[in-house]
């Protein structure tokens, strides 16, 4: 497997096992665990062609039929051209793409015309056609502050889209859906929060925008490199020496060298913990394959939740 670019953020210790969860098997019972938090970056999954490739931008959905406020329909335009520029400006980042967005911001119309027709028009090789749109705010929950006297309400802005990515003239298609949620909140005073309306669609524009640029990503996500920031609980038993120190100066290979002896150890839950943390030094290596093959191992040699967790992680991958 492709290896991926390693940027090393920080070393931290945390309390309480695995950060916010604590396992109660032997693996964790350790009081205090170190995290090695890293930096990879994914290449695409599918990658376009070779040479120059123009990609049209079109929309499919067709916003007059909603029944909504006028403010409300103003954001969801907003959100839905949104959708498209977002997506087009991701992947105008790709080398030899040019893009060629065919929708308005302010009158955002439905475009009729037959993929087959538009292809031919501006000689494109694909056309990323915005199907679905639909965004909305909802009531999440409320916390009171009995010092400050001050309600806090929470409000997801949520949004879901699909696109169909068209190669050429139309006959071959891929559907593409995406969905993301934000988190608002509304600072109020007084005992009865319900008391006071809601935020609505058209109050709510920055975080549909923001929850819309997630969406569209997560949609194409299979088309675009993306970086993923990951956490790492670390086992730091004494017999490992000093685990910190190396993690705090990126002596990676020095780690798993030093833990390969334990591999063999007697004790299975001693060769899990080596073998659970080697398979960390693959992957923030980028070598999917091998940490595959160490966490595997760990769970082979006694069963823990750090690497019942990154393999789950790993085949998603």
Do not use: W
């Amino acid at each position: 497997m492709k290896p991926f670019k390693l940027f090393l953020l920080f070393f931290a210790i945390l309390s309480g096992g695995c950060g916010e969860s604590v396992y109660t098997d032997a693996l964790q019972s350790a009081p205090l665990v170190p995290h090695f938090t890293f930096l990879l970056s994914f290449p695409p999954k599918v990658l376009l062609r070779p040479d120059t490739n123009t990609i049209l931008l079109i929309n499919r959905v067709d916003l007059s039929k909603l029944q909504v406020p006028a403010l409300d329909l103003d954001v969801i335009k907003a959100g839905a051209y949104t959708a498209l520029k977002y997506a087009g400006d991701q992947l105008a980042v790709l080398h030899h793409v040019r893009v060629i967005n065919l929708t308005d911001s302010a009158a955002f119309e439905l475009n009729k015309d037959s993929v087959a027709a538009l292809s031919a028009k501006y000689h494109a090789d694909y056309t990323l056609a915005l199907l679905q749109y639909s965004a909305g705010v909802s009531r999440d929950g409320v916390h009171h502050n009995d010092i400050t006297g001050r309600t806090h309400t929470y409000y997801n802005n949520k949004v879901n889209l699909k696109f169909t990515m068209y190669l050429d003239k139309g006959d071959l298609y891929k559907d593409l859906a995406g969905s993301d949620t934000t988190r608002s909140i509304q600072h109020q005073y007084g005992d009865d929060p319900y008391d006071f309306a809601p935020p609505t669609i058209g109050v709510s524009k920055d975080f549909i925008v923001n929850a819309t640029q997630n969406a569209a990503f997560m949609a194409l996500r299979d088309y675009l490199p993306y970086t993923e920031t990951e956490s790492r609980p670390m086992y730091n038993d004494k017999k490992f020496g000093s685990l910190a120190d190396e993690l705090i100066f990126g002596q990676l290979d020095k780690i798993s060298s030093s833990l390969q002896p334990f591999l063999n150890d007697r004790d299975p839950v001693l060769a899990a913990k080596a073998a659970y943390n080697i398979a960390v030094v693959y992957e923030s290596h980028g070598d999917i394959d091998k940490a595959l093959s160490m966490a595997q191992l760990s769970l082979d040699k006694s069963k823990n939740s750090y690497a019942g967790s990154l393999i789950s992680y790993l085949r998603s991958k």
